[in-house]
T-cell receptor, first 113, second 118 residues
């Protein structure tokens, strides 16, 4: 069974500083990996996804993530955070022959001025 | 293009009651998935509907049931509500590529329905 672990429940970062959110997955086959963001009162918005190929993927809002098969990780990064990046971030895993997504418990990001 | 919409926004029920939540999929999307997000947790897959039939189900009891209509809108029904059913219920629509239903197909999420069971 596939599973996702997000080790950090809450991260506080200063505006303009860099951000890295950790994600570890467990899946027997080649995973499809996703990062979603959820703002209060909003649905989940897809930031980026990885299916195959280049292990560094670029997403929206200046985010990027790197797939490391040897570490079973798919960490999300942003070089310089903005106050509007304060939200909850979810990592999810799926697969080519599996339509459902399995989500981690999420990481809440607080941005201080 | 209209995104995924859900109704109602909030709902309060008492234990033992029944509830129906509604979802309108994004234009042209014929696949709808439902997820339950308990407080402080990530979304958990409940089930998926494709062309009006249940296509797959997560680890949820039979009192969680659904429907998909010819216009691809969907309902989630929960019978005999329990306190632990209190959660945000998310609907997501997608358009399958070819005949295979895969998480390759981006799922577009609605804002959710917040259900409180007292």
């Amino acid at each position: 069974a596939q599973s996702v672990t997000q080790p950090d429940i809450h991260i506080t970062v200063s505006e303009g500083a860099s951000l890295e959110l950790r994600c570890n997955y467990s899946y027997g086959a080649t995973p499809y990996l996703f990062w979603y963001v959820q703002s209060p009162g909003q649905g989940l918005q897809l930031l980026l996804k990885y299916f195959s190929g280049d292990t560094l993927v670029q997403g929206i809002k200046g985010f990027e993530a790197e797939f490391k098969r040897s570490q079973s990780s798919f960490n999300l990064r942003k070089p310089s955070v903005h106050w509007s990046d304060a939200a909850e971030y979810f990592c999810a895993v799926g697969a080519r022959d599996d339509y459902k997504l399995s989500f981690g418990a999420g990481t809440t990001v607080t941005v201080r001025a | 293009e209209t995104g995924v919409t859900q109704s109602p926004t909030h709902l309060i029920k008492t234990r033992g009651q029944q509830v129906t939540l509604r979802c309108s999929s994004q234009s042209g999307h014929n696949t709808v998935s439902w997820y339950q997000q308990a407080l402080g947790q990530g979304p958990q897959f409940i089930f998926q509907y494709y062309r009006e039939e249940e296509n797959g189900r997560g680890n949820f009891p039979p009192r969680f049931s659904g429907l998909q209509f010819p216009n691809y809108s969907s309902e989630l029904n929960v019978n005999a509500l329990e306190l632990d059913d209190s959660a945000l219920y998310l609907c997501a629509s997608s358009l399958p590529a070819g005949r295979r239903l895969s998480s390759y197909n981006e799922q577009f999420f609605g804002p959710g329905t917040r259900l409180t069971v007292l």
